[in-house]
């Protein structure tokens, strides 16, 4: 059965459908799912149009019960959820379900906003006025979704836009098109009026590009690679909307002498190759002083040998397979350039065979390398991490902040001089003490600097700066 886009409050089929496959085995076909015209796309954001100016007034009980029925049926479904989830994009099952619960509570936070929107009330500088200061949406919301979250990364944009009164047209990553169909089925059984929501699954070149030529949409809020966010940008720019980027990162992990050893290795084998080092949040580069560099590399090779690269659904495997052929030819290039750029391979890089036919590869963990080299510089968004060795914390600092990104950034140190110096000084919108850089709560603010993101935060309270606008009201006494 082919799953279909939802263009005001129907389920069209469109003329074309694609597969998705499941990188675990790439016999099993996840499902078929109709790919939308750059005219379905059209249809979706004039739907949304029309649907704005009832949803924007619609009442928060209206809007909170849509949410909360949204939540409670991914948190009851999470472990069917989940395992589509990791059949179609490669994490594994225990991975796979915490990310369909994290959908789940960012709906329920979500449905608790719907009850909180409030504004401030202010004296005007001048006698027998009064100032109000509100927010409102921001009209028609296109949401542009990457495939390495596929249902927490929707559910972080699509329940605040609505939760704050815009309408959307939704267009997620092709490779994982069956949790995004799950959340807006859900979302439309909650009781979603026609045109508040709308699916338009395919390519991004045709639907995504269609999205951003339209005049009709206020707002763009995109997670991706940082080509494709440019040219979001750029359009945004043309069309003077707002828009919102999640990008790349190259993000360091700091190791000091001082560190205890197996906090910092748990941390930085999670950081750099769980979720198979697939996560914008992930790890590539280790930076580790001199002092406990020996230590820590053997100790990582240990930790490695202990890994289990295997189907994501089975039980006992720690990380699944790359999610796609071109992604892993992505990987294995760059393993190639790091060792042709004369870092040392220490463990790892191979591709592994296992009982079905899937894209697996064996994390690989480079040593001697430095900052200049291009596996230290660009992102590689695979299970490839590399150790830089430095003489000390401010050695270590400098490094870690010498890159184009600055989404998270994270240190392992037993020295609270040397933790809060690294909080206060890392050019990064997130830091992290003794935890791996990657895996943030829901309900607090995501987001980067430099390179890897544009406009304000996601998630938690700090995601109404993107999803309203703010006016200034004053009236005379
Ligand atoms: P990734 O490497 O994560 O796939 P992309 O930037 O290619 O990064 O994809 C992120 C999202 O952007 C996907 O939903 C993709 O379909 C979409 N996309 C790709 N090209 C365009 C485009 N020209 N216009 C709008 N969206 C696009």
């Known amino acids: 059965m082919v799953q279909k886009n939802l263009i005001d409050g129907e389920w069209i089929a469109g003329s074309e459908a694609f597969r998705s496959i499941n990188p675990s085995n790439t016999n099993d076909v996840v499902g078929e799912y109709a790919r939308a015209s750059a005219d379905d796309a ?103 979704t990457p495939w390495n979250f596929p249902i927490a990364i929707p559910a972080w944009k699509i329940a605040p836009a609505l939760c704050y009164g815009n309408t959307v047209v939704f267009k997620p990553a ?3 098109p069956g949790s995004s169909w799950a959340i807006v089925d859900i979302l439309h059984r909650a009781g979603l009026p026609k045109g508040v ?16 030529d339209s005049p009709d949409i206020s707002a763009i809020t995109f997670t991706g690679s940082v080509g494709t966010g440019k040219r979001v940008a750029a359009a ?19 190791v000091l002498d001082d560190a205890d050893l197996s906090v910092a290795v748990e941390a930085a084998v999670n950081s750099a190759f769980f979720s198979t080092g697939q996560r914008c949040t992930a790890s590539s580069r280790i930076i580790v002083t001199e002092g406990i560099h020996d230590r820590f590399v053997a100790a990582m090779g240990e930790r490695m040998k202990g890994l289990t690269i295997d189907d994501a659904l089975k039980a006992g495997t720690h990380i699944g397979p ?40 064996q994390p690989a963990l480079f040593t001697e390398a430095t900052n200049a080299m291009r596996i230290s510089r660009e992102e590689i968004f695979g299970p490839v991490a590399a150790v830089i060795r430095v003489r000390d914390y401010d050695e270590a600092l400098a490094v870690a902040n010498d890159t184009p990104f600055g989404l998270s950034s994270g240190i392992a140190t037993t020295s609270l001089k040397h933790a809060t110096h690294f909080k206060r000084n890392a050019e990064a919108g997130m830091v992290m003490v003794n935890l791996p850089t990657a895996g943030v709560d829901f309900h607090v603010p995501f987001g980067g600097r430099k390179g890897s993101s544009y406009g304000s935060r996601e998630q938690g309270r700090y995601a109404a700066e993107f999803y309203t606008t703010v006016k200034t009201a004053y009236t005379l006494a």
Not at 335 to 351: M, N, P, R, V
Request: aromatic letters at 6%; charged letters at 25%; proline letters at 3%.
């Open 42 to 144: 059209r249809a979706a954001i004039a739907a949304a149009k029309a649907a704005f100016p009832a949803w924007s007034r619609s009442g928060i009980l209206e809007r909170h019960a849509i949410l909360r029925k949204t939540a409670d049926e991914i948190l009851a479904r999470k472990d069917e959820l989940g395992k589509l989830l990791s059949r179609e994009e490669g994490k594994t099952l225990v991975e796979g379900i915490g990310e369909t619960v994290r959908a789940g509570q960012i709906f329920d936070f979500f449905a608790g906003e719907c009850l909180r929107l409030a504004g401030e009330v202010l004296p005007s500088a001048r006698p027998n006025i009064g100032v109000e200061i509100t927010r409102e949406p921001v009209g028609v919301v296109g949401i542009i």
């Open 174 to 176: 092709e490779l994982v």
């Open 197 to 212: 929501l709308n699916l338009v699954m395919g390519k991004g070149s045709v639907v995504g590009q269609a999205m951003l």
């Open 236 to 254: 945004s720019v043309e069309h003077n909307r707002k828009y919102q980027l999640e990008m790349g990162g190259k993000n360091p992990f700091v």
């Open 322 to 361: 790359v999610v796609d052929e071109s992604q892993l030819n992505q990987d294995t290039d760059y393993i190639a350039i790091g060792k042709q750029e004369g870092a040392k391979l220490a463990f790892g890089g191979e591709l592994l065979k296992r009982d079905t036919p899937g894209f697996y590869l």
